[in-house]
């Protein structure tokens, strides 16, 4: 069989190549999308927990004592949380295609192995980067409850102090 033939038989037996082909480059701007939602979701957090700090120990101030063990868990809560959420926001790079790859490695293909190629990696970079988007977006969950205990601790001192 010549390499004509095995072509026409591979593009007979994926049609669907030309239309999936279309959803590489969408792939890569969800994922950036989702990981920018994510980093979002993260520092919003953070300057919640930053303005609550600053804001209750501020009013508290006034008629009491930073001396109690209920304001210092609640500090260790709040830097627990932003270190968390720094490591959190840095990690992971996206997966993304090189075009210097794409040049030295990809550009004797036909078109329609190209695309075949392109599909398949595009495939394999979305699971990796969908993996890094559920990784922050649990991280999202355990600093959340941390700022839960920040704030519970933080009006309990407030309150009882």
Avoid: C
């Amino acid at each position: 069989m010549d390499s004509d033939t095995d072509r026409i038989t591979l593009e007979a037996s994926h049609p669907g190549i030309k239309t999936a082909y279309d959803f590489v480059m969408p792939s890569y701007q969800w994922m950036v999308a989702r990981l920018d939602a994510a980093d979002t979701r993260i520092q919003t957090l953070q300057v919640f927990a930053a303005s609550l700090m600053a804001v209750v120990p501020a009013i508290r101030t006034s008629n009491g004592t930073f001396n109690s063990m209920i304001f210092y868990i609640a500090v260790t809560a709040f830097v627990l949380l932003i270190l968390i959420g720094t490591i959190a926001r840095s990690w992971g790079p996206l997966t993304m295609s090189d075009p210097a790859v794409l040049y030295k490695q990809w550009l004797h293909f036909p078109e329609f192995e190209f695309k075949k190629n392109a599909i398949y990696f595009a495939g394999q970079h979305f699971s990796v980067n969908a993996r890094l988007v559920n990784l922050k977006g649990t991280i999202n969950i355990v600093m959340t409850w941390i700022f839960i205990l920040q704030a519970l601790l933080l009006f309990f001192w407030a309150y009882y102090g």
